[in-house]
């Protein structure tokens, strides 16, 4: 994936994007090493993303790759960020998990 911070231009790969958050019209990008924020919105790069990423809520999208348990209501990431799953979601997040899950076997 490929961003622009501040006039800078930055390759990261899908394997170390542990989620994505949208707060004021901005995306964070999550990694094992820090942060990354760009101008957009999640539904945009949502298609442009591997099946191991789902939304789970409006402002987020997460590698399932570093999950680390879920429940009904929210999902802990490595690195321990809690994040909610919200109600419209809980549905289709339960199935992409189970979905994905059963292909990693």
Not at 35 to 53: C, D, M, V, Y
Not at 61 to 66: E, G, S, T, V
């Amino acid at each position: 994936m490929s961003i622009i911070q501040k006039g800078y231009f930055y390759k990261i790969s899908f394997r170390e994007i542990i989620f994505f958050y949208s707060q004021n019209k901005k995306i964070n990008i999550v990694t094992r090493e820090g942060e990354r924020q760009f101008n957009g919105k999640l539904k945009e790069i949502a298609s442009e993303l591997p099946h191991n990423f789902i939304m789970i809520h409006q402002s987020y999208i997460i590698n399932l790759d570093y999950m680390v348990e879920c429940s009904y209501e929210a999902i802990r990431m490595q690195g321990d960020n809690l994040l909610s799953i919200s109600i419209p979601y809980r549905k289709l997040v339960r199935e992409q998990i189970m979905k994905y899950k059963w292909e990693e076997k």
